[in-house]
């Protein structure tokens, strides 16, 4: 009866609880779990199995750790028959589906075999005698150190500061090598009976005296039964593998093997290290050394052009600001290779602050928006520059992203006033749909560095021929404006423009289609031409 209300629980409208998304937060956060307790196994089994006194002194905190891990190495299982998948793009949510997806997958394989019972057989007698050698069984729980990888990977991908991590990742692997190497040279130290002499290439060693059944011999037992004996080894390993080899020499076959094998892998590791490092530092340079190659090139126009000593400081000071403000990244060529619609409601994430007041932004609903901030573009102005003029026809309207603007009204007695980070100027001639455009009422100038939105009125008036109702809105709104300054206007020619535009665009898609079926009508033409040859020569 508790398995038919368990499988109705989870049949029914509960079907989609527990469902984890495979690149989502909360297994994000469970690979980090489990990768802690990968890493217990992959640093404590090797030092434990080569250091008697680590498994000997400390046997039931082990065991205690053991346990654990193998607890979680089994919730693990569990927890992946819940990790959702993609299937044709789409996010399944069938736990079933789901639960078979993992079970025939190498992810699979690879849990079981780590999960193997082997430490079982050290219940044998006969096994006993081998006193931490016994800890080499558990050897097979580090199949699932493919999860450190799967977290380094998806935590690289979400980190702000990628090459840190990989740095990281990096030093880690050094350590974790060295301290490998560092227990295997024990190991080998013991098999040949440790190092006797003033110089010896194996772990030192020293002759003592022990019974066995009454009977007195002399056996070789190692120097520094404490943690000592680990942190010898571990110094011995940083010197082969960084090749310094500043060690006793080896004086038998199997030592000058080891030895040598050490040396190699060391060189091997170190020029790996030294190139990864290098690729990591080119690409912490990578936007710098991108800017100074733009920077350079307009350095050497200037002076082949023989441009003037003030103008020039005044670009060094350009892209000294740009840099500060952006590290030399383009948000055009940054953004490109992202989806129209995605890259649209980051730049709205990004700007929200400063469009929320603006008329035109907020006149539409949120495919209006979407599609409005594919048309603005970023403009960065140098102190005491010339916007616009008083009198120009104008074509575009602004919006400050930082920075101060100075608009001044001359025929007005001289009025200035300035505004910040957050507000418009310009609208005016880009809501007036008038085919000429409409003359400025005012002169902006910056006040220092600003950063601008740009929008210009072709733009919107493509935008418009999808968004009738929004038209609507800006008639009324233009007229608000136009009444305000008291000039002269007819609405109706923004009808008029709007269909010039739509004209225009019809008339382009009847080029394109007389073009191909001209193509069309040319390859009829010499197919007949070629029948007509073949058959008079016939």
Not at 39 to 56: G, K, V
Not at 375 to 386: G, I, K, V
Request: glycine residues 6%; contains cysteine.
């Amino acid at each position: 009866r508790s398995f038919s209300k368990l499988s109705s629980f989870l049949n029914t409208s509960n079907k989609h609880l527990f469902i984890l998304h495979p690149t989502g937060v909360g297994v994000l956060h469970w690979n980090v779990i489990i990768t802690f307790v990968v890493a217990y196994n992959l640093f404590f089994i090797p030092i434990r199995t080569a250091f008697p006194f680590f498994q000997e002194r400390y046997r039931p905190f082990w065991y205690f750790l053991d346990y654990f891990s193998d607890a979680y190495y089994l919730l693990d299982i569990i927890v992946q028959l819940r990790v959702s998948h993609l299937r044709q793009g789409c996010l399944v949510e069938d736990w079933k589906t789901m639960a078979s997806y993992y079970v025939f997958s190498k992810r699979f394989v690879f849990d079981l075999i780590s999960m193997l019972p082997l430490g079982l057989l050290s219940i044998s007698s006969h096994l006993t005698i081998y006193h931490n050698y016994v800890v080499l069984l558990r050897f097979i729980r580090l199949v699932k150190a493919y999860k450190i990888r799967i977290l380094v990977e998806r935590i690289e991908g979400r980190s702000d500061h990628p090459n840190v991590i990989r740095i990281v990742t990096l030093v880690m692997i050094l350590i974790v090598l060295t301290h490998l190497n560092a227990c295997l040279y024990f190991v080998v130290s013991t098999l040949l009976g440790y190092g006797i002499g003033d110089f010896p290439w194996a772990y030192p060693g020293t002759m003592s005296n022990i019974s066995v059944n009454g009977t007195t011999m002399d056996v070789v037992i190692p120097i520094d039964y404490t943690i000592e004996q680990y942190l010898n080894c571990l110094h011995w390993s940083t010197q082969m593998l960084t090749t310094i080899g500043e060690v006793n020499a080896p004086t038998i076959a199997i030592e000058y093997i080891y030895a040598t094998f050490s040396l190699l892998f060391g060189v091997l590791l170190f020029a790996t290290l030294v190139g990864n490092v290098g690729t990591i530092i080119t690409n912490l340079n990578a936007a710098r050394t991108r800017f100074e190659s733009r920077l350079d090139n307009v350095k050497q126009y200037m002076h082949n052009r023989n441009i003037n000593k003030e103008l020039k400081e005044s670009v060094l000071r350009w892209f000294d600001h740009l840099w500060e403000k952006s590290r030399g990244i383009d948000e055009q060529e940054t953004l490109q290779n992202l989806p129209n619609k995605l890259r649209a409601r980051i730049a709205i994430s990004a700007n929200r602050k400063i469009l929320g007041g603006n008329p035109i932004y907020e006149a539409g609903d949120e495919g209006f928006k979407i599609d409005l901030m594919l048309r603005f573009r970023s403009e960065l102005f140098p102190p005491n520059e010339t916007i616009y003029e008083k009198g120009h026809i104008g074509n575009e309207m602004y919006i400050i992203r930082s920075g101060r603007v100075e608009l001044s009204q001359r025929e007005k007695g001289q009025q200035q006033f300035g505004i910040k980070s957050g507000e418009y100027f310009g609208m005016n001639c880009v809501i007036n749909f008038d085919e000429f455009g409409r003359e400025r009422s005012e002169t902006a100038k910056t006040d220092g560095f600003c950063d601008l939105l740009v929008l210009e009125k072709k733009d919107l008036l493509e935008l418009l021929i999808d968004y009738p109702n929004i038209k609507v809105k800006l008639d009324q709104l233009f007229v608000k404006e136009f009444k305000a300054d008291k000039h002269k206007c007819s609405v109706d020619t923004c009808n008029i423009n709007i269909s010039l535009v739509k004209l225009s665009k019809a008339y382009t898609d009847l080029q394109e289609k007389y073009q191909l079926l001209n193509t069309e009508h040319n390859r009829i033409l010499s197919s007949y031409n070629r029948a007509s040859t073949f058959l008079t020569s016939v």
